[in-house]
């Protein structure tokens, strides 16, 4: 009996040795300690055993089942700590690998430039809105001063709908448009797509302009200057100066055309400013004060100021872009240049 204990205990240690997996140690628990395992066989044999030895041989076999539960206990931590660490090296996440998300796009040169002239303009109390791109005869021109015959219909080459529908040669007609429905004081920025039939390296027959207007009282060509000089200081250097030309727009009386110094050289003169060391930027001047009493302003009471700029030509400028068909080819070269 004693020799068949010991010969089970190192079967049965050999074979726990030798168990890889969580698996095989239950099946070798089974085998041995189970209900019908050979140690278990060997506690119901003990009535065969002769009583005086029974004491003995029934401690030895405590002894082993203790000791093999012991062994069976270190080895399944042994085997599943292995198997967990298995699982980690096999389940891993590299997670330096490059990611399958979709790229970001940008925003839109124009779109950046129009914000951040917006973002000036804002805190100065100006409201930003926009209007309508297919336009009456009327907001486009009757209500600006620009009768039906008036040779000023030919400043710009418009597409007419029908004969009184077109699309906006400028967004002036927002002036109209607003001071129809609100009384001064008024300070308004409108930007938006206009449309002109003209087409090369500085033309397009779309493009966006940002209108401004101010009405209120006592204002003069000063408080335009200034307000464009802090647009042009804030958008291009703090160095930036502003000259006003004398022009002509016939909803605005006295009208000038607006030159920036140049922020290529600084007024030095270069080929950015054909060496004049001035780029004209915009049109403007004190609102006429027909276009108020078309409006239903009191001109007596009230007077104000107005400008427009392209946007494009303003991008250009700022970001030394040559020709104004790249803004409108969606070219991913052009266009990831302006990532923040
Ligand atoms: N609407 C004019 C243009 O498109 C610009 C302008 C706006 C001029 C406001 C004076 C006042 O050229």
Redesign the pocket.
């Known amino acids: 009996m004693q020799e068949k204990i010991t010969a089970l205990r190192t079967q049965c240690i050999a074979e726990i040795r030798q168990c890889a997996s969580t698996a095989q140690l239950q099946d070798v628990k089974v085998r041995y300690l189970g209900k019908s395992g050979q140690i278990t066989a060997l506690l119901k044999g003990m009535k065969d055993v002769a009583p005086e030895d029974r004491p003995k041989i029934g401690s030895m076999v405590n002894t082993l089942r203790n000791e093999l539960e012991e062994l069976l206990e270190k080895k399944t931590v042994e085997i599943s700590e292995q198997e967990m660490k298995r699982k980690l090296q096999s389940e891993r996440v590299d997670v330096s690998l490059k990611s399958l998300d979709e790229p970001l796009g940008t925003l839109h040169p124009i779109t950046l430039v129009t914000q951040q002239i917006e973002e000036i303009l804002v805190p100065l109390g100006f409201k930003v809105l926009e209007g309508p791109e297919i336009e009456t005869d009327y907001y486009s021109f009757q209500a600006l001063n620009i009768p039906a015959d008036h040779p000023a219909r030919d400043?710009?080459d418009t597409f007419y709908i029908t004969d009184s529908i077109l699309l906006r040669?400028?967004?002036?007609p927002m002036?109209a448009r607003y001071m129809e429905k609100h009384q001064p004081p008024i300070k308004i920025v409108c930007p938006g797509k206009?449309f002109r039939s003209d087409s090369d390296a500085s033309h397009s027959p779309v493009f966006n302009?940002i209108?401004?207007?101010v009405v209120d009282k006592h204002l003069t060509l000063c408080d335009l200057k200034g307000t464009l000089e802090y647009v042009a200081q804030n958008l291009f250097n703090k160095d930036t100066k502003v000259r006003f030309r004398p022009s002509y727009?016939p909803?605005?009386e006295p009208?000038v055309e607006v030159d920036l110094s140049c922020s290529n050289c600084g007024g030095k003169g270069c080929s950015l400013c054909k060496g004049t060391g001035w780029i004209e930027v915009?049109?403007?001047?004190m609102v006429n004060p027909f276009v108020l009493e078309n409006c239903g302003i009191d001109s007596s009471k009230y007077n104000g100021y107005?400008?427009?700029?392209g946007i494009e030509r303003i991008a250009m400028i700022k970001y030394g872009i040559p020709d104004i068909r790249l803004f409108y080819e969606n070219d991913q070269r052009f266009l990831k240049q302006f990532k923040k």
């Open positions: 400043m710009q040669p400028h967004t002036s002036q206009v302009q209108e401004g207007l727009f909803f605005t009208s915009l049109g403007a001047g107005a400008f427009g700029m």
